[in-house]
């Protein structure tokens, strides 16, 4: 007799902590005369674990919604919530201090200072968010895993190039490396590939996947590649501001 039918995967990811919630989330902007409808009542879960896709043509909303829920722009009107608690009206300095400590960002231009080394731009946002006394108490711990996390991607020999002396997917790996060392509950990845030849990309979203598998990480990843965004077990289209059947 067959065995009972595995879950859908939403079902799955239901059942989870949700750790992340926007709320009938908007985002307008005015142009002259004109009010730009960018992001329209969105409501949206992220579910501790997992790694959620969206996909959407340039201009659907995804990194605009994205950019909300990372504390990176303030929603017009509706709510983000950060394990219950409502984020979205913090002071900057809060806001700022809390998508430090919590939160990782990968981008598709990748953001490194080029005056820094690889090991220099992995450990700039831990630098950046820790006091002096913090530093000299953690800064040896927080080298090591960088360290570690670089030698993971595959940049162990690389460790004090210059991004100008890497290629695209090197640099993108350094950006993945600063994004997680130090052990964000969510990393928001908009258009990580986008930069990137498609082989690269692969091996790019296998090391996601790999940290999702074996640290439960969890991932939103925003991209108009249809092949990358089908690599998520979760996937969600976006058309004018809203959520669309896929």
């Given amino acids: 007799m067959a065995g009972p039918a595995a879950a859908p995967v939403q079902a799955v990811a239901d059942q989870r902590e949700v750790l992340l919630e926007g709320r009938n989330l908007s985002r307008s902007f005015r142009v002259g005369d004109t009010e730009l409808h960018v992001l329209r009542n969105v409501d949206f879960r992220l579910h501790k674990g997992e790694i959620a896709g969206i996909v959407g043509a340039s201009g659907a909303g995804k990194s605009t919604l994205l950019h909300l829920l990372g504390l990176l722009d303030t929603p017009t009107s509706g709510q983000v ?3 219950g608690q409502d984020i979205s009206r913090l002071s900057a ?12 960002f990968v981008f598709q ?3 490194l200072l080029p005056e820094f080394s690889a090991l220099e731009n992995v450990l700039m946002p831990a630098r950046i968010g820790s006091g002096a006394m913090a530093w000299m108490k953690d800064g040896g711990r927080l080298q090591r895993d960088a360290v570690e996390l670089l030698t993971r991607v595959g940049l162990g020999q690389r460790l004090h ?10 640099r993108q790996r350094v950006a993945l490396a600063r994004a997680l060392v130090q052990k964000p509950a969510v990393v928001f990845c908009d258009e990580p590939t986008g930069n990137l030849d498609s082989r690269t990309a692969d091996e790019v979203f296998g090391l996601i996947e790999q940290f999702n598998r074996e640290h439960s990480q969890t991932f939103l990843i925003v991209t108009h590649d249809q092949h990358i965004a089908d690599r998520t077990p979760r996937r969600l289209r976006m058309a004018d501001g809203r959520f669309v059947e896929p």
């Fill in 161 to 170: 190039h210059l991004p100008t002396r890497l290629s695209g997917g090197e």
């Fill in 109 to 111: 231009s990748f953001h």
């Fill in 93 to 104: 300095e809060a806001a700022a201090k809390l998508r430090n400590r919590e939160f990782g």
């Fill in 81 to 83: 919530l950060y394990r």
